[in-house]
């Protein structure tokens, strides 16, 4: 039985790299552990002037303190209290092969859990990353993150290198995937299929180049790979209130956890999803603590309106749903806009009032 997946947060590093302090970041560590999340990475340099001091690192055990591959960022780390870090690393013909393995040495001194990113993995040639991880074999290394900081992998090339990398590297991997195209989520989809268990990932997709949107993963492996997934009923609230850290607001067309995602209008889709949920929608509303929405507006038939009366204890006979439908569109179209709900009722009193 394969192991549950472990989702490594990017966000509350962002966070930091913008400049949140005080109660903001307060917030914003407060929404994070509503999430399925057990690592959250962070430079340890932005840490250093968060304001917060380090006896607080220990009440978040997820963190991750993120150094260049210096050993003097090692020990900077572990003067900060950091007991995991994640060793950054780009693999070029200038490359600091030594101080790699001095940052490593050091790591292995200090008893710290080493993990070392490769941020331009998919940069280089499977072979050269093999031939790197055993040229580092004899540290040691917990797990080895695949990093595509230029995001040049897409879907199918993913699926390839990352299973083939995973039957030769002698450690745990990661996937660190960017999403300059809108591809993060399906490569993330990918690392999965191929075994890997750490994945990488922001909430709300606050960055446009970032990493893939971790609601978005987390229910793309729910439901799509069929893993298993817990922790996934706070999402909205959680992304919503990450967004406002940010000063910023989700879309409501976001997938998962936009405001429009479980909304339907169409009198045909209304009527649908009342009978069979399953006809427009892929997963429970209550599944990522969302709320189905029925507009009443001018693509509405009587099933929606039937269902709105209904929540007010009213039955709606069909031909004053008839009549009632034409009012609804009507004042739809002149306002440009959908109804609100005491629209509808006072436009249902002045038909039964003529009625009478």
Same mark, same amino acid.
């Given at each position: 039985?394969?192991? @549950?997946?472990?989702? #490594?947060?990017? !966000?509350?590093?962002?966070? &930091? ?35 917060? %001091?380090?006896? $607080?690192? !220990? ?13 003097a ?6 003067? &900060? ?16 092969? /030594?101080?790699? %393995? ?10 710290? +859990? ?9 940069? #280089?040639?499977?072979?050269e990353?093999?031939?790197?991880? %055993? +040229? ?12 595509? +900081? ?9 699926l ?11 450690? $745990? ?15 993330? =989809? ?8 750490? #994945? ?5 997709? &606050? !960055? ?6 971790? +609601? ?10 069929g ?9 909205v609230?959680?992304? /919503? ?14 997938a ?5 995602v ?5 009198? &045909? ?9 399953? =006809?427009? /929608?892929?997963?429970?509303? %209550? ?32 031909? @004053? ?12 179209? =002149? ?5 609100? $709900? ?7 009193? $002045? ?6």
């Open positions: 039985m394969a192991t @549950a997946i472990q989702w #490594i947060d990017q !966000t509350l590093g962002l966070g &930091l790299q913008q400049g949140l302090k005080g109660l903001k970041l307060e917030l914003l560590l407060d929404n994070l552990l509503k999430l399925p999340i057990g690592v959250m990475d962070v430079w340890i340099e932005d840490w250093k002037h968060c304001g917060l %001091k380090w006896p $607080e690192l !220990t009440s978040y055990p997820q963190l991750r303190g993120k150094v260049t591959a210096d050993p960022q090692v020990f900077a780390a572990q003067q &900060l209290g950091f007991k995991k870090i994640l060793l950054s690393y780009r693999h070029d013909e200038m490359a600091d092969m /030594e101080g790699l %393995k001095e940052a490593l040495r050091a790591a292995e001194g200090l008893s710290l +859990e080493a993990d070392l990113l490769l941020e331009n993995a998919s940069a #280089i040639s499977t072979r990353v093999v031939a790197l991880a %055993k +040229e580092l074999h004899c540290f040691s290394i917990r797990g080895f993150a695949y990093g595509d +900081e230029e995001s040049r992998l897409e879907p199918l090339a993913a390839e290198q990352l299973a083939f990398l995973q039957t030769k590297l002698p450690m $745990e991997m990661e996937f660190h995937g960017h999403n300059a195209y809108g591809l993060a989520t399906a490569n993330a =989809l990918s690392a999965i299929r191929v075994g890997i268990r750490h #994945i990488a990932a922001t909430a709300g997709n &606050l !960055t446009r180049n970032g990493y893939a949107p971790l +609601e978005e993963v987390v229910m793309g492996s729910k439901i799509l790979l893993e298993e997934t817990t922790g996934t009923e706070k999402f609230d959680a992304c /919503e209130g990450i967004a406002a850290c940010f000063d910023a607001a989700l879309p409501v067309n976001k998962i956890v936009g405001k429009h479980f909304a339907h209008e169409s009198g &045909l889709h209304v009527d649908g999803v009342i009978k069979n949920p399953s =006809l427009y /929608e892929a997963f429970s509303p %209550k599944d990522v603590g969302a709320v189905r929405r029925l507009v009443i507006g001018k693509h509405s038939g009587t099933a929606s309106l039937k269902n709105c009366l209904a929540g007010f204890g009213i039955s709606l006979a069909s031909e @004053a749903g008839k009549n009632l439908l034409q009012k609804v569109r009507r004042l739809a179209v =002149l306002q440009k806009r959908a109804l609100t $709900e005491e629209q509808l009722l006072q436009l249902y009193c $002045e038909s039964n009032r003529q009625v009478v």
